[in-house]
């Protein structure tokens, strides 16, 4: 009988060791294979721009703006001429502009001013009322005086040369402006010009807007000094 046992324990012994093979994971374990330091390369530049996106990246840096790096060119100039009474006011704009000015007087004959205007006017209104007419006829440059003795007189033009003056008064007439006429301005003893350095395009283009403010005054470049 003692074989019979061994035989059934045998039996027990390889079903259970069969039991817990069934059960043991399906899914292996599986080992990484290991790495090949020797294998690992470093790109370089060209190597980095060839991969893909790179063109991308190029075309997104082209279209960022570009900051214009040229330098400003500062130039000099003479703004005049002033009476005593726009003097100031001139210099208060220059003022404004962060821009340093020198006087310059000018006395004698060289205060003499060819003047082509329309007379005084008997109301503001009325000059008002000039000048809108003007404006239809193509005449951009006029300006309503405020002098005491010239009060609602319309200028239209100061020049050193009479030629100047001659040829404003003769376009005037052909654009049908037949009030208008020309006079010689020499009652103040002296008159002044500005002398401004350092003055940048934009400030220039923003003082030549403002000859309508001063009849006859021009701004015309000098030497820097």
Known sequence: MKWVVTVLLLLNILMLAYFNLSQSPKNAHVSLEPLHPEKIKLLTQKEVEALPGSSQSEALAAQEPKVDMTPVVYSCYEWGNFSADNLPKARNILTKFSVESTVRQEVGKESV???VYIPRLSSLQAAQTKMEELRAL????????????WKNAISLGVFKDEQLANKLLEELKNRGVRSAVKGVRNGESSRASLLIQHVSPEIASEIEKLKPDFAGSELKPVTCQ
């Not at 193509?138 to 003795?149: A, H, K, P």
Request: hydrophobic residues 35%.
């Open 113 to 115: 001013r060819y003047w």
């Open 138 to 149: 193509g005449v951009t440059e006029s300006l309503i005086m405020q002098d005491t003795q």
